[in-house]
């Protein structure tokens, strides 16, 4: 994909006034959906398997590194409605509901996908971490873990931007939502990076009133023992 449409990169802007950067963000997203074209990126199958879970075994050093797709895999098949195989058994992460993985999820919203493939023909675009759904909607969502990862609310809006209108045009995501319409949104957890700027009122940039111009709903997941529960601040 040429560099001049990865707007999912822009993560600088050329003034720290709302209605100029709102403006410029939409000029750039309007010139992707009108540039943008399949025969630009190369097609690809799906990745992901999900029919099983190999859960992540100790590979030697006794770690189990904190990912997005780690989180959103446990996310996944722990509360899944179908019955899946699952070799949870021999998970180092099977311990650590308290960060989120193999917790339980309360609330409203229920994981229906992960690691979804936006189009076949999507390398240089990547997967959209987890789709979440209410009784009325579908949500692609941009996911980042509770903790070492310090990207900017303005990467998050800008990478769910870009997967939803990849998404739109690729229409594989149909037989996933069924007849739910979609939206975008992004998760982060309480007390992380991205939580902290989302209510701090002195950054730079007002990203709250860029997420809400662009109709992005805004997930907060709070730990509760082994739950966690995901909730709609915005």
Do not use: W
């Amino acid at each position: 994909m040429p560099e001049s449409k990865r707007i999912k990169d822009l993560t600088k802007v050329n003034s720290a006034n709302f209605d100029t950067i709102a403006e410029e963000l939409l000029a750039k997203l309007k010139a992707f959906d009108d540039e943008f074209d399949f025969s630009d990126v190369e097609a690809r199958e799906d990745e992901t398997e999900r029919s099983f879970c190999k859960g992540f075994p100790d590979m030697g050093d006794g770690k189990a590194k904190t990912t997005e797709r780690r989180l959103c895999k446990c996310l996944y098949y722990t509360n899944i409605d179908k019955e899946v195989k699952t070799r949870c058994d021999v998970c180092k992460l099977r311990d650590r509901q308290s960060e989120g993985y193999h917790a339980i999820l309360t609330g409203n919203f229920k994981v229906i996908y992960y690691e979804f493939v936006p189009t076949n023909k999507g390398r240089g675009i990547g997967n959209v971490d987890l789709i979440l759904a209410d009784e009325s909607f579908a949500y692609l969502t941009e996911v980042k873990p509770p903790r070492g990862n310090d990207e900017t609310l303005l990467r998050m809006l800008l990478e769910i931007e870009t997967y939803y209108r990849v998404t739109l045009q690729g229409k594989q995501y149909e037989d996933i939502v069924k007849d739910k319409p979609l939206r975008k949104a992004i998760l982060f957890f309480k007390d992380s990076p991205q939580y902290k700027a989302y209510y701090d009122s002195s950054c730079g940039v007002n990203t709250k009133k860029l997420l809400k111009k662009f109709g992005i709903t805004v997930f907060c997941a709070e730990f509760t023992g082994k739950e966690v529960f995901i909730k709609a601040i915005g």
